[in-house]
């Protein structure tokens, strides 16, 4: 079964510094969101991405953060200048499009900013 | 800010046993979504409903939502230890690929 795959699974990196985290979404989703889950707390929504621009932002998406769909299949978030704040587990989810309200979730990547 | 609340927060049965999981809103969801999260790994769909007064079974997971779209519930019947887990809701508003907000999860634990 197609699913969402994330690398890398865990990523650990010092305040300041820039970190990037990958994506394949399912191959066929138009759709595309990243998500956070800061430890013990629920998940949050960061932005959506469709047809080569962002959709929809929320307050925690800042300059710090930017997305990229670089090629036909990897769908990237990168934040620029890393805080203490910024660790958690970030989730890459696709949805169809078409009519879908389905989103699917990959594994996620810790990270963890020192 | 729309708001997902779900209780209760823990719920620890003995296998065997029924339970229901609420999740409630002030808002209405164009959708909503019923997820599993083991730890360490994301969010697994289970279902999603999306008209009102919809009910849906996923073996013994039942799945309703609410007429007017603020409110669900997961009924799991017959507890296995293998329930055990972390359920999420999450509703959309709106466009159906719209962003989901997250309740805050009720972590099952079946003893057997």
């Known amino acids: 079964e197609p699913e969402v795959t994330q690398t890398p699974s865990h990523q650990v990196t010092q305040m300041g510094q820039e970190v990037i985290l990958r994506c394949v979404p399912i191959?066929?989703?138009?759709?595309f969101y990243w998500y956070r889950q800061i430890l013990g707390q629920k998940v949050e929504f960061l932005v959506s991405?469709?047809?080569?621009?962002?959709?929809?932002k929320s307050e925690i998406f800042d300059d710090q953060f930017s997305v990229e769909r670089p090629d036909g299949s990897n769908f990237t978030l990168k934040i620029r200048s890393t805080k203490l704040e910024d660790s958690a587990m970030y989730f890459c989810?696709?949805?169809?499009?078409?009519?879908?309200?389905?989103?699917?979730f990959g594994p996620g990547t810790r990270l963890t900013v020192t | 800010t729309q708001l997902l609340e779900q209780s209760p927060q823990f719920l620890s049965i003995q296998e065997g046993e029924n339970l229901t999981v609420y999740c409630n809103s002030s808002?209405?969801?164009?959708?909503l979504q019923w997820y599993r999260q083991e730890p360490g790994e994301g969010p697994v769909l289970l279902v999603t409903?999306?008209?009102?007064?919809e009910v849906k079974k996923l073996k013994r997971l039942t799945f309703q939502f609410g007429d007017a779209r603020k409110d669900s519930s997961l009924h799991i019947t017959a507890a296995q230890t293998g329930d055990t887990g972390l359920y999420l809701c999450?509703?959309?508003?709106?466009?159906?690929?719209?962003?989901?907000?997250f309740g805050q999860g009720t972590i099952l634990t079946v003893h057997p």
């Open positions: 409903v999306v008209t009102g007064g």
């Open positions: 989810a696709s949805l169809l499009l078409d009519g879908a309200y389905e989103q699917y």
């Open positions: 991405f469709y047809n080569n621009e962002i959709s929809e």
């Open positions: 999450a509703g959309a508003r709106g466009t159906s690929y719209g962003k989901l907000t």
């Open positions: 191959s066929n989703h138009l759709y």
């Open positions: 808002s209405v969801f164009s959708s």
